[in-house]
C-alpha cells in the first residue's frame, strides 16, 4: 500500500506554465498533436497544429466532441468495391500508425471516449476505431471554469479524472500539476521542464477540484439515481414520454453532439459497378431508425423515441453493460436540442413524474 | 482538414455550419456555436448536407438533347447552341423568359438581374417569390425587418397564424419554445392541428375559407372597431385581442398556409395591417429574399415583366418562346404539374442550369451544371433580413461553374462585355443596390386564384411538404438517410367523413381535383376537420403537385374508392 503510494506520487510532476508552449513544440517534433483553437468567428475547435502558438487553452467545448471526432468520425469511408468480372475487388482505407497526440480535452470528453472504448472495443472489435485509438494518446486538463451548462460533477466525469488518462495537467499557480496515468503518457514527459511535484501540489490540486465542484457550477444539481430508479423501474407514464416527444423536433442533435452516442449507418453510394460504403452517424431519434423491412415501427411515436433513447442512457440494465451511465455531463444537448429535451430536464421530469 | 464557415443552403433561417472538406467530399458538419441562428444546433437537413452536394448524381457536363436522350458536350460548344438559339429569337422583350433560382447568392441574382434587363433586354425575370409570397408583393415597399429571430425568444406573446411552424423553420420553432419555457402564451390560428397546438393556450381550427374573415375581425377588436360577433370563434378572438393589448413583446409568426392558403391576399392583407413591426413571416427558402432584393424580380424596373404564371401562361398562348430557368424545378414547385408541363413543352427553346437532372431539366434542350453554394464564394439574406456571407469549402464538382461566371461567359458569347472579370467587382456593385431596402418596386397586385367548394368538390385538400424535403426535394433526395426517413405518402381524413362515406384505414383512395388526381392510402385520424383531407409525405409528394393550381398548397377535391 504504502509502496504504490510512494509509486504514485512518483508519476506526478511540475511544470511552469511559461514553459507548457516550449514543451509541446517538442511533442510536436514527434507526434501529430491534435488541440484546441479559437477560430476568427470566435467558435473553438479541435485541429491538428504545427506550433504551440496556436492552441488555446481558455475554450469552450466545441458543439462536437474532439474525441469522436477523431475516433468515431461523422462520415467514414469503410471500403470502395469494384465489380471485375464475375466478382468483386475491395479496397480497404489504409491504415496509418501515426500517433497522435490529442491535447488539452476535458475531462467529460475523456471519460465519454473510455465509454465509446467498451462499445467499439469490447466484445465485437470495431477495427476502423481501434486503429485510431491504439494510436491516440490524450493529454486532459482539469476544468476549473465550468460552461453555463456544465454537469459533469453529477455524473462523476469531472472536473478531473482520477484514472483512464494518460496525462492530467491542473493549472496550479504559475505552474501545472502533470498527472501521469500510463507509459505512452510517461513517453510525453520524458524531457526537461519538468520536475517532480510535492505532496502539497496534490493537496492544492484537490482543494481547487473540491472549490470547483462546490463553487463554479451554474447548472441545478442533476440527481441522476432517482431517475436511474423510475426508468429502470419502467414506473414512468407513457404521457410523459409523449409530453416530451412532442417537442422534439426530430432533427437527431441530441445524439450527434453527445460523445457517448455510438449509433451508425452504412450506406453504399455509387453506381452498379463501382462505389464506396460509407458509415455515416445515425439518431435513434429519427423515425426510420426503427423500422423495420415489413414496414412496421415499432417506435414510431416521438415519445416512444425520447423513452428508447433515455432507456439506453439510464437504465440499469445498460448500466451494468457499460459500467456506467450514458452522460458524462457536458451538457452539449442543452446547446443542441431543438426543442429543450436535454438529460438534465429530462431527468427531472422523470423524477418528478412530470414536465 | 480546415473548418469553413459557411450558411446551410437549405431553409430561411439561415443557420451558421462549419463545414469541413477532405478528398471531396464534406467529412463534417458542425452547427457554429456563435452564430446568431444556429447556436449550437441544425435540423435534420442541416446534419445532411455531406450527403446531399458531393452525390454521383449531380450534373457535371453541360448536357445536349439529342433524339430524346442527353448528350454530354463543352462549355464552348454549349455556349455556341445557346447563343445562336438565344440571337434567333425575335422580340426578345415579350417572347424571352428568365426564370431565376431563389437558392443561389445576392452575387449571381444580381448578375443574372443584369443579364436579363441589359443582355438579353427583357423584363420577364422572376424567381419562385411570387410563386411563394404572392400576398407579399403588393406590400413589398411598406415591408421591413423589425423582428429578428432571437428578438422571438424574449417574446411574452407568440401567435402564430397558418404556418406548420416545425417543418418550415426549425430555428424558430427552437425560439418559440424557448419563450414558451420561459412563460410566453402561445396562440395557434390553423386550419390543421400542428405540433404546437398542444402547447397553445389559445388554439382556433378556422375552416380554411373562415382565416381570412377572423383575422379581420381579430383586427377590428383589436382597432376597437364594431364587429360581427356571431362568429362562433368569437370569444377566443377577444381573449387574443385582449392579450395582444397587454403584451410587451408580442409577435406574430404567418407562413405557408397563409401565403398559398385560401383567400391568402386577404388573411395576409389583415395579419399585415393589424401587426406591422410585430410581423415575422416565415421565408423558408435559403435565400428568396435576395432573388428579390437584387432584381430577380419582373418589378423592379421601370416597366413590369411577366412573373414566373404569367411566363408559364404566356407559353401556353405562343407569345413566350424560350424560357432560360436556373435553379428552380418549376414542374414540381409551380403547382398544376399538367399544365406547367404543357408550357414547357410547348416552348421552342428549353435552357435549365441546375445541380441535378430535375424533373425540369429533363424538358430542358440544354442543360448547364452549376455548381453548389459549397463550391462559391457569395452571400445569403435570411429570413430576418440579415446578409451572412458564403464561403467555398470544395472545389466545383466536374465542369459545373458559379452561376454568376456561366451568365458572364454567356453574356460575352452574345456579343456584349458590360460583365464582370472577378467576384469582387460584382461584390463591391451590390452593395449600393438593394431593391429590398431601397423600397424601389413598382406597384403590383399578384393573387393566385384558389379554388371553391362546390357539389362536385366538396372538400379542402392541402398538399403537405414532408418536413424532409426542402422545397421541392431535389436536393435532399440525394441523401440516403432522409431518403429512408420519407414514409409512404397517405391522405388523413377525417373519421366522421370516413365513416360517413365506408373509406377504411389503409384503403387506397382516389383524390380528384378539376385539374388531376392522385391515388394514396387512407389514414383515418381527427387531427383533420370533416371537410379537410390532408396530402402527405412520400415520394410522391412530386405528383401531388397535379391537383393543385399554380402556387398554391390548398385546393377543392371530392375523393372517390380506388380499385
Not at chain 1, 467529460?108 to 472504448?117: E, N, T
Not at chain 2, 464534406?26 to 446531399?52: M, Q
Not at chain 2, 439529342?66 to 454549349?78: H, L, M, T, Y
Not at chain 2, 411563394?132 to 425587418?145: G, K, Q, S
Amino acid at each position: 500500500m504504502d509502496n504504490s503510494k510512494t509509486g504514485e506520487e512518483q508519476m506526478n510532476k511540475l511544470i511552469k506554465k511559461e514553459n507548457i508552449k516550449l514543451w509541446l513544440n517538442e511533442i510536436i517534433k514527434k507526434y501529430k498533436v491534435i488541440a484546441p483553437y479559437k477560430l476568427e468567428t470566435g467558435d473553438f475547435g479541435f485541429k491538428p497544429i504545427s506550433n504551440a502558438d496556436e492552441i488555446t487553452l481558455d475554450y469552450i467545448n466545441p458543439v462536437i466532441s474532439p474525441v469522436k471526432q477523431i475516433l468515431f468520425p461523422a462520415r467514414e469511408v469503410m471500403l470502395h468495391y469494384k465489380k471485375k468480372g464475375d466478382s468483386w475487388e475491395v479496397e480497404l482505407p489504409k491504415e496509418t500508425d501515426e500517433k497522435v497526440v490529442l491535447f488539452g480535452i476535458r475531462s467529460c470528453d475523456l471519460s465519454a471516449m473510455l465509454f465509446l472504448d467498451k462499445f467499439f472495443m469490447e466484445g465485437f472489435v470495431d477495427n476502423y476505431y481501434k486503429s485510431r485509438r491504439d494510436n491516440l494518446i490524450t493529454v486532459n486538463i482539469t476544468c476549473t471554469e465550468p460552461a453555463d451548462w456544465c454537469f459533469c460533477v453529477c455524473a462523476d466525469c469531472g472536473p478531473s479524472k482520477e484514472e483512464g488518462f494518460d496525462l492530467q495537467l491542473t493549472e496550479i499557480n504559475d505552474n501545472y500539476l502533470v498527472e501521469i496515468g500510463s507509459p505512452a503518457g510517461k513517453e510525453l514527459v520524458n524531457i526537461d521542464y519538468f520536475k517532480e511535484a510535492e505532496e502539497s501540489n496534490l493537496k492544492e490540486k484537490e482543494r481547487l477540484v473540491e472549490e470547483t465542484k462546490n463553487n463554479k457550477f451554474k447548472m441545478p444539481t442533476t440527481y441522476f439515481s432517482k431517475a436511474i430508479q423510475n426508468i429502470t423501474a419502467n414506473s414512468i407514464d407513457k404521457e410523459l414520454w409523449d409530453k416530451l416527444g412532442g417537442r422534439c423536433l426530430g432533427c437527431g442533435s441530441c445524439s450527434f453532439v453527445c460523445p457517448t452516442c455510438s449509433c451508425f449507418n452504412v450506406i453504399d453510394e455509387g453506381e452498379d459497378s463501382k462505389g464506396k460504403r460509407v458509415r455515416s452517424w445515425d439518431s435513434c431519434m429519427y423515425c426510420g431508425f426503427t423500422r423495420e423491412t415489413s414496414g412496421y415501427n415499432p417506435r414510431k411515436a416521438p415519445g416512444d423515441r425520447v423513452k428508447r433513447r433515455y432507456y439506453h442512457k439510464l437504465s440499469y440494465y445498460y448500466l451494468t453493460k457499460m459500467g456506467s451511465c450514458g452522460c458524462v455531463g457536458c451538457g452539449r444537448c442543452i446547446v443542441s436540442c431543438l426543442g429543450g429535451i436535454d438529460m438534465p430536464m429530462v431527468v427531472k421530469a422523470v423524477r418528478r413524474g412530470k414536465v | 482538414m480546415k473548418e469553413v464557415l459557411t450558411v446551410c443552403p437549405f431553409c430561411g433561417c439561415g443557420c451558421g455550419i462549419y463545414l469541413t472538406g477532405e478528398n471531396g467530399i464534406i467529412a463534417r458538419v458542425t452547427p457554429s456555436l456563435s452564430n446568431p441562428v444556429s447556436k449550437g444546433s441544425l435540423c435534420i437537413k442541416g446534419w445532411h448536407i455531406s450527403e446531399v452536394f458531393t452525390s454521383p448524381n449531380r450534373i457535371q457536363k453541360p448536357l445536349i438533347k439529342v433524339n430524346g436522350s442527353f448528350k454530354e458536350i463543352s462549355w464552348e460548344e454549349a455556349f455556341e447552341l445557346i447563343s445562336l438559339k438565344f440571337n434567333s429569337i425575335k422580340d426578345k422583350e415579350n417572347s424571352f423568359g428568365i426564370i431565376g433560382s431563389s437558392k443561389f447568392s445576392n452575387e449571381d441574382s444580381y448578375t443574372l438581374h443584369k443579364f436579363a434587363r441589359q443582355i438579353i433586354k427583357t423584363n420577364n425575370i422572376d424567381s419562385s417569390f411570387t410563386l411563394h409570397y404572392a400576398p407579399l408583393i403588393e406590400r413589398l415597399n411598406d415591408f421591413d425587418f423589425y423582428v429578428t429571430i432571437n428578438d422571438i425568444e424574449n417574446s411574452d406573446l407568440i401567435i402564430i397564424i397558418g404556418s406548420n411552424i416545425t417543418v418550415e423553420a426549425p430555428q424558430i420553432a427552437r425560439r418559440v419554445l424557448k419563450a414558451y419555457d420561459k412563460g410566453a402564451k402561445v396562440v395557434v390560428i390553423n386550419s390543421l392541428k400542428i405540433p404546437f397546438s398542444s402547447i397553445a393556450s389559445i388554439y382556433i381550427q378556422p375552416v380554411p375559407e373562415e382565416l381570412s374573415v377572423l383575422i379581420e375581425t381579430l383586427g377590428k377588436i383589436i382597432n376597437k372597431k364594431s364587429y360581427d360577433k356571431s362568429n362562433s370563434n368569437i370569444f377566443k378572438l377577444e381573449e387574443i385581442a385582449s392579450l395582444y393589448v397587454k403584451a410587451q413583446n408580442p409577435v406574430c409568426i404567418c407562413g405557408e398556409d397563409v401565403f398559398k392558403g385560401v383567400k391568402g391576399g386577404a388573411s395576409f392583407s389583415s395579419i399585415f395591417e393589424i401587426f406591422k413591426h410585430r410581423l415575422f413571416p416565415l421565408f423558408t427558402i435559403n435565400n428568396i429574399i435576395g432573388a428579390i432584393s437584387f432584381g430577380v424580380s419582373p418589378y423592379v424596373n421601370e416597366k413590369k415583366g411577366l412573373n414566373i404564371i404569367e411566363m408559364l401562361n404566356a407559353s401556353l398562348e405562343g407569345s413566350i418562346k424560350c424560357l432560360y430557368i436556373i435553379g428552380e424545378d418549376i414542374l414540381l414547385s409551380a403547382g398544376d404539374y399538367n399544365r406547367t408541363r404543357e408550357a414547357l413543352e410547348k416552348l421552342e427553346f428549353l435552357v435549365v442550369q441546375d445541380l441535378f437532372l430535375t424533373e425540369t431539366a429533363l424538358l430542358a434542350d440544354v442543360v448547364l451544371p452549376a455548381c453548389s453554394s459549397l463550391e462559391k464564394k457569395g452571400s445569403f439574406i435570411n429570413m430576418e433580413g440579415s446578409i451572412q456571407p458564403v464561403l467555398p469549402v470544395l472545389k466545383p464538382l466536374g465542369d459545373s461553374k458559379p452561376d454568376w461566371q456561366i451568365f458572364t461567359e454567356l453574356s460575352e458569347k452574345l456579343g456584349n462585355k458590360l460583365f464582370y472579370k472577378d467576384f469582387d467587382e460584382i461584390t463591391k456593385e451590390i452593395e449600393k443596390i438593394n431593391f429590398l431596402k431601397n423600397k424601389k418596386f413598382l406597384q403590383a397586385e399578384v393573387s393566385h386564384l384558389g379554388d371553391v367548394i362546390s357539389d362536385e368538390f366538396p372538400l379542402w385538400a392541402k398538399v403537405d411538404n414532408s418536413r424532409l424535403f426542402f422545397h421541392t426535394g431535389t436536393l435532399l433526395k440525394n441523401s440516403s438517410t432522409l431518403m429512408r426517413e420519407i414514409e409512404q405518402g397517405t391522405v388523413i381524413i377525417n373519421s366522421e367523413y370516413a365513416k360517413e362515406n365506408d373509406i377504411r384505414n389503409n384503403e387506397k383512395v382516389k383524390i380528384i381535383s378539376k385539374r388531376g388526381e392522385i391515388i394514396r392510402n387512407a389514414v383515418i385520424s381527427d387531427e383533420v376537420l370533416k371537410n379537410i383531407i390532408l396530402v402527405r409525405g412520400g415520394l410522391g409528394d412530386f405528383s401531388s403537385n397535379v391537383i393543385l393550381p399554380f402556387g398554391l398548397k390548398w385546393t377543392t377535391v371530392r375523393l372517390e374508392k380506388s380499385r
